[in-house]
């Protein structure tokens, strides 16, 4: 079960990111054009922060069950665990960065729900959308990096 849920964790990252994408987009293209804020610009986000949410509780079992997270804690000490980057990142860092990377998703589609002008939304969204893609981007355990080395892109 362990493996299908990183593999699943695995996957839903180019789901998050795609649709990142899709929103900062849709932002950029309503602050440009003057458009009001649409239902479709709505339902990116929400999806957006359901696809995050998900990412989060397959993470935290991640976290909790598997081999770099708690048990590596409790195994090797924190002061162990700070001193390898390796360790580091996935013990503390990714997990941290990435509620972080949540956080933001929830607070650009709060600006979304808010009676205010379209324009407003649009900059909002986009602000805390751009953040979120960048935290995450800074933080996967991509295959080119240390940290991801041996990780598959998929």
């Not at 360790?87 to 929830?106: G, K």
Request: net charge positive.
């Amino acid at each position: 079960m362990f493996t299908g849920m990183l593999h699943l964790h695995s996957f839903l990252r180019w789901v998050i990111l795609l649709l990142l994408v899709i929103a900062i987009v849709k932002s950029i293209t309503g602050i440009a054009g003057n458009k009001p804020f649409s239902n479709g610009d709505r339902k990116v986000g929400l999806f957006l922060m359901i696809s995050c949410d998900i990412m989060l509780l397959i993470g935290l079992y991640l976290w909790f069950m598997g081999g770099n997270g708690l048990e590596l804690i409790r195994a090797k000490g924190m002061g162990e665990i700070m001193g390898e980057a390796r360790y580091r990142f996935f013990a503390v860092e990714h997990l941290i960065s990435m509620v972080i990377a949540i956080s933001l998703v929830h607070v650009g589609r709060g600006f979304a729900k808010k009676n205010i002008a379209d324009g407003i939304k649009h900059r909002r969204t986009l602000l805390f959308f751009v953040l979120a893609l960048l935290v995450i981007l800074i933080t996967i355990p991509w295959p080119f990096r240390e940290v991801g080395a041996g990780r598959g892109w998929f």
